[in-house]
């Protein structure tokens, strides 16, 4: 990480960070947006996992994988898009902060974990036919413990 160090220095002293941490409403809209986009991401996570795990009939999988995953990835984009943003203007303060690297760990699980489970055939057929496998709700239940880390974890920072 110190070979970063150069990279990480140099965005710190850049125009676009200067402005970032300047500005008396630039930097609150960045951090609105990043808020917008985790909600528009977790929150229909959250409710695809839950229902998955609850094992119910209602609503199907289908129905909701196709409500709510679309709102999840633009909920993503915009919590990157706003989150590199926030990184900027701080680099040297969030590069080196150990509850910021834990988070970004858990991003990465949580992304993993997504790209290996709507990969596989469970997944397929949990969708196709309403029934989730146990390997399906294992992912589930993986999925919920690593937002809900990342999301604890993105707050704790600002106490840090």
């Known amino acids: 990480m110190s070979s970063l160090l150069p990279i990480f220095t140099a965005l710190e002293h850049s125009a676009l960070s200067g402005t970032l941490r300047a500005s008396d409403w630039l930097y609150p809209l960045v951090n609105t947006l990043h808020i917008v986009g985790i909600a528009l991401l977790v929150g229909p996570i959250v409710i695809l996992d839950f229902r998955i795990l ?75 036919n309403n029934r989730p496998a146990n390997g399906v709700r294992l992912a589930c239940g993986v999925s919920l413990l690593c937002w809900l880390m990342a999301l604890s974890l993105g707050r704790l920072i600002g106490y840090r």
């Open 54 to 128: 609850r094992r119910r009939a209602s609503p199907a999988v289908s129905v909701l994988a196709t409500t709510l995953l679309p709102t999840a990835r633009g909920g993503f984009a915009l919590a990157v898009c706003a989150g590199l943003l926030l990184f900027i203007a701080r680099p040297l303060d969030y590069a080196f902060n150990t509850l910021f690297q834990l988070k970004l760990t858990f991003i990465g699980l949580a992304l993993l974990n997504i790209a290996l489970l709507h990969r596989s055939a469970a997944w397929s057929m949990a969708v196709a």
